[in-house]
């Protein structure tokens, strides 16, 4: 069982920076697939980032060039680095870790950007 609190979430400006963390419970998190996705009100959830057990990383074209999703398996910790934050990156952010059938998502955490 993996549990994943996401933290850092907050209000800010056009232009500005966050950083998301995603802490997981339990052991083996450092060999899951884990992803960061978002939802914006009356939008579907859709995937923003992800990172691999051997650190390889995608991106959704909007995010591209702007946010850097990274992990620290030391730490059970999944970053999201978002810089150049637009009106639209606004949304709920969730953590979400796969590994075969196991499919674990965090409470998410609110980003709000706005002047």
């Known amino acids: 069982q993996v549990q994943l609190v996401e933290s850092g979430g907050g209000l800010v400006q056009p232009g500005g920076s966050l950083r998301l963390s995603c802490v997981a419970s339990g052991t083996f998190f450092s060999i899951f697939l884990v992803g960061w996705y978002r939802q914006a009100p009356g939008k579907q959830r859709e995937l923003v980032a992800a990172i691999t057990r051997g650190g390889n990383t995608d991106y959704a074209d909007s995010v591209k060039g702007r946010f850097t999703i990274s992990r620290d398996n030391a730490k059970n910790t999944v970053y999201l680095q978002m810089s150049g934050l637009k009106p639209e990156d606004t949304a709920v952010y969730y953590c979400?870790?796969?590994?075969?059938?196991?499919?674990?998502w965090g409470q998410g955490t609110q980003v709000t950007v706005s002047s």
């Open positions: 979400n870790a796969k590994l075969a059938v196991h499919d674990y």
